[in-house]
């Protein structure tokens, strides 16, 4: 009897740039917008939200919506509630592969929604994420980097995380040419 050996590993499809999903157009500005603030319930993803959004709100003025998403699973189409009257999100997540990975994941879902959406992550699992948006069609997703960990931080490491999310902001999530006229 033959064995049949099964590879559980999905297989990036090889993609032209001309079929590459492109990312939500992004801000002019979070002037007058609604953020969203989705996390994934880990250990203090809430917190590290909450103090990105404290931080954010010293350069911009905006209203904030929050939610939760799933930590290791794609959301459902209709799981997110109301991310729809959202302008842009950030997701956080701890500090783990899983969390990352599917936060990409959960991330290039919104962005296909027209959502530009920012994913906060740690160094480690940088390859895991890039991986991941490949796979989803989407590798030219950018995302924050903050350090590790973020799980077993008290206030002031997560606030200078926070601080560092915040910087990566204007890059990732605010359009070039809106950008450029703030400066």
Not at 18 to 25: G, I, K, S, V
Not at 125 to 142: D, H, K, Y
Not at 150 to 175: N, T, Y
Request: glycine share 8%; with cysteine.
């Amino acid at each position: 009897m033959p064995i049949t050996v099964l590879d559980p590993v999905q297989q990036s499809l090889p993609l032209d740039e001309a079929d590459a999903l492109a990312p939500a157009p992004r801000l002019d500005t979070l002037n007058g917008k609604v953020l969203g603030l989705w996390n994934n319930d880990k250990t203090n993803a809430r917190m590290l939200l909450e103090m990105i959004g404290e931080e954010l709100a010293k350069h911009y003025s905006f209203t904030i919506i929050r939610g939760l998403y799933d930590s290791g699973n794609l959301m459902p189409a209709d799981g997110w509630g109301e991310v729809d009257k959202c302008d842009a999100v950030i997701l956080a997540n701890g500090d783990c592969g899983a969390c990352s990975t599917s936060g990409i994941v959960n991330a290039i879902e919104l962005e296909k929604r027209g959502i530009p959406t920012m994913l906060v992550a740690t160094p480690p699992f940088t390859e895991a994420v890039r991986t991941s948006a490949s796979l989803r069609g989407m590798p030219s997703i950018s995302w924050a980097i903050v350090d590790h960990p973020v799980a077993s931080l008290k206030e002031d490491g997560l606030r200078e995380r926070a601080i560092e999310a915040v910087r990566q902001f204007p890059e990732l999530m605010v359009a070039p040419v809106a950008r450029k006229s703030a400066a």
